[in-house]
């Protein structure tokens, strides 16, 4: 088993600029791909609650993605004014170009749902809101289905954990 590291990664974000995962180490990561218009776009808000609150240890990126019955229409612009002002969002969020599924699967996605390189986990997003989290040493140690609430007594007890 070859363990690597979410920490090799960089991919541009939403406003023209560059997410370098390496410059979140000794914080929590966590990665959920995300679309406007999903049932459960709504959880924007719990997410943004988080980064709120937990802002000095978690990290949460944002990758908006059209893989679930087009539910990502917007263009880069589009998304940033629907997150801005629907949900006051403030954490990064990656272009939407990413796709987290299938044979043209973005390389973080592959690392999160491919066993071979993060250690246990083989699940790919199923849902737009699939949520990934990372320990503070780039270790992948939680993923959660998209129904499950960033602000749940599970999700929260994750961020909890010590440092592994």
């Not at 000794?26 to 997410?47: D, F, M, R």
């Not at 629907?86 to 044979?103: D, Q, T």
């Amino acid at each position: 088993m070859t363990e690597a590291p979410i920490y090799q990664f960089s991919v541009p974000s939403l406003d023209g600029k560059t997410i370098d995962f390496s410059s979140f180490k000794g914080k929590k990561i966590l990665i959920v791909n995300t679309a406007s218009k999903c049932g459960l776009t709504p959880q924007y808000e719990g997410l943004e609650e988080l980064y709120k609150k937990y802002g000095s240890k978690l990290v949460i990126v944002g990758f908006p993605a059209n893989n679930f019955m087009g539910q990502e229409p917007g263009s880069n612009e589009e998304i940033s004014a629907f997150c801005k002002k629907n949900y006051g969002v403030e954490f990064p969020l990656a272009a939407k170009s990413v796709v987290v599924k299938g044979k043209s699967q973005h390389p973080v996605f592959k690392w999160l749902s491919d066993p071979s390189q993060n250690g246990w986990n083989g699940r790919d997003p199923v849902w737009n809101f699939s949520k990934y989290i990372i320990d503070e040493h780039g270790n992948l140690i939680g993923y959660f289905d998209p129904g499950v609430s960033p602000l749940s007594n599970e999700f929260i007890s994750v961020l909890h954990s010590p440092q592994s």
